[in-house]
């Protein structure tokens, strides 16, 4: 069962009220708009105007283009404009491009004030609005700009759900099965029972499955605020999946459901992951309407994988599974990924 009122939950550093069913009322009483800048994108501030209404806001264009250094120094100026000073709330309101930038513009504005998020899109719900990492593009390197800063609430707003494309919940389940396969195999044996369509009907259901993977995250990041240790199995799917997302122009999901495609093959070579597990996790990426193919240019791929923060040399970290349930971090040379990816179809 679903609480309305919050939750405080351990993120490292700070204790984060998740409320998980919030309303526009619960949200005007945390976040005063006489004491709060939202931050949002084109979208949202069209589709929820009423939410939106009496706040100041800093209205940037929708997606991962606005991850950026140019547009992070044009929001801290209007955030100037705005007579922001160290008392004002940040809140982002939006996916997970929102909850990135905003979070950073809080964590470096007049050396850090305090922000919050009301995500809107299930990606953001389970995953980019909570642990405080926060992240900006430098060119086609994703996130290798950032800051680690927790939020003083996250706010889910399941109201905002229904003006979600079907590819958006697609790509919020990338992030479900994550969970999942790094932590909770019950999860998954849950998810093949369900598909897409029962959660868009079944709000109840959705709030529940979003708040399971909101306390699985607060446990990594409470044990390894800083990820140095096991908050890296947070990284399944993303070392590859980061490479390919703006490289093929991909949804942060389908891309990540990709690398963890790939990790799961790479596990069964170097870590007796069994075929039954691998093929299970490409049933589940179908059976969420994510991709299990996608052809790639392979030196294009391993040259911006040795930009990625993981890298340590000749190698890089890559999360793998010994089992479902069991992930391990293990060096990867780059000669073998690239036989793996060579050697594979699903990516020639």
Not at 273 to 288: H, V
Request: include cysteine; charge should be neutral.
């Amino acid at each position: 069962m679903i609480l309305s009122s919050p939750i405080s939950l351990p993120f490292g550093s700070a204790n984060v009220s998740f409320f998980p069913e919030g309303t526009t009322a619960a949200l005007r009483r945390e976040a005063p708009p006489s004491q709060t800048i939202v931050i949002t994108d084109e979208n949202i501030a069209r589709l929820h105007a009423s939410l939106l209404a009496d706040f100041r806001k800093i209205v940037v264009p929708a997606g991962e283009d606005s991850k950026s250094p140019e547009i992070l120094c044009r929001v801290a100026a209007e955030c100037l404009r705005l007579g922001a000073d160290r008392q004002t709330l940040l809140l982002g309101v939006g996916g997970g491009m929102i909850s990135d930038l905003t979070g950073f513009v809080a964590a470096v504005f007049m050396r850090g004030i305090s922000c919050a998020f009301a995500p809107t899109t299930i990606l953001a719900m389970v995953d980019a609005a909570w642990g405080g990492k926060n992240g900006i593009n430098l060119g086609e390197t994703k996130n290798i700009l950032g800051t680690i800063r927790q939020p003083l609430f996250g706010m889910h707003l399941p109201d905002t759900l229904p003006t979600l494309p079907e590819t958006e919940w697609a790509n919020g389940f990338a992030e479900i099965l994550k969970y999942g396969c790094i932590s909770e195999p019950e999860m998954l044996d849950f998810l093949e029972e369900k598909d897409l369509s029962f959660f868009q009907k079944n709000a109840t259901e959705t709030a529940a499955l979003v708040a399971r993977c909101v306390h699985i995250k607060s446990r990594f990041v409470q044990a390894d605020e800083h990820e140095t240790g096991i908050r890296r199995y947070l990284n399944f799917g993303h070392t590859l999946g980061h490479a390919i997302e703006r490289q093929c122009h991909l949804s942060h999901g389908a891309a990540v459901g990709l690398g963890m495609l790939f990790a799961a093959r790479l596990s069964a070579q170097l870590c007796g992951l069994s075929p039954e597990a691998e093929n299970r996790i490409e049933r589940l990426l179908e059976r969420y309407q994510l991709p299990t193919h996608q052809k790639l240019d392979i030196d294009k791929t391993l040259s911006q994988m040795q930009k990625d923060k993981k890298r340590t040399g000749r190698e890089v970290l890559f999360v793998l599974l010994e089992a479902i349930g069991k992930p391990r971090a293990q060096p990867v040379s780059w000669d073998a990924l690239r036989d793996f990816l060579q050697n594979d179809p699903r990516w020639t």
